[in-house]
């Protein structure tokens, strides 16, 4: 299986600051043939279920705010929060989707510091 | 608008069976792999099976192979996950996830709000 790790597993920001969430895989998800990371992001609010940000590493999903970004290839990769607002503290989540079992990173808890 | 609705989630012993249900909505049912993750109680995510968009691909986390069985009814719009000889161990906030394309393969991009699955004598 794919072991996804991150860092840190808790995250204070102030408000307006910016939020950099790490995510490291034991193998690459890089598939070569088509150059695609096959690594998504999700946020789970306190009491939700989980939300889609990012997929394909980083390209952003329709609706979502574009403070958030994603970035890195085959093995390290990050999301970050620009400017962090009231509605950001979450627990935000990787997962890589290259083989299976697709797993999740522990997650990262965000909060107002 | 997409909604997936679980429901079937409830108490029950260890080595009993239940089997969840997820209504589906807003979308063609028939063309999306479909997926089961579940998250116990303070902890993170874990994906459990995926079945392809027509139902002749099914995949299993380790942890349940042998164990749980994955369906569809693209008639009703509708996904299960049979689950037998339930351990204290998959008491968990059972999630269905829609897939973004046919092929099991893909990450979500809608969940439902979940239903509890406590195993508990």
């Known amino acids: 299986d794919i072991v996804m790790t991150q860092s840190p597993d808790s995250l204070a920001v102030s408000l307006g600051e910016r939020a950099t969430i790490n995510c490291k895989s034991s193998q690459s998800v890089l598939y070569s043939s088509n150059n695609k990371n096959y690594l998504a992001w999700y946020q789970q609010r306190p009491g939700q279920p989980p939300n889609l940000l990012i997929y394909w590493a980083s390209t952003r999903e329709s609706g979502v705010p574009d403070r958030f970004s994603g970035s890195g290839s085959g093995t390290d990769f990050s999301l970050t929060i620009s400017s962090l607002q009231a509605e950001d503290v979450a627990v935000y989540y990787c997962?890589?989707?290259?083989?299976?079992?697709?797993?999740f990173g522990q997650g990262t808890k965000v909060e107002i510091k | 608008e997409v909604q997936l609705l679980e429901s079937g989630g409830g108490l029950v012993q260890p080595g009993g069976s239940l089997r969840l249900s997820c209504a589906a909505s807003g979308f063609t049912f028939s063309s999306y792999a479909m997926s089961w993750v579940r998250q116990a109680p303070g902890k993170g995510l874990q994906w459990v099976s995926g079945?392809?968009?027509?139902?002749?691909?099914?995949d299993y986390a380790d942890s349940v192979k042998g164990r749980f069985t994955i369906s569809r009814d693209n008639s009703k719009n509708t996904l299960y996950l049979q689950m037998n000889s339930l351990r204290a161990e998959d008491t968990a906030v059972y999630y269905c996830a829609k897939g973004r394309g046919g092929e099991i393969k893909y990450y979500f991009d809608y969940w439902g709000q979940g239903t509890l699955v406590t195993v508990s004598s």
């Open positions: 997962q890589q989707y290259f083989t299976t079992p697709r797993t």
């Open positions: 079945i392809s968009s027509s139902g002749e691909s099914t």
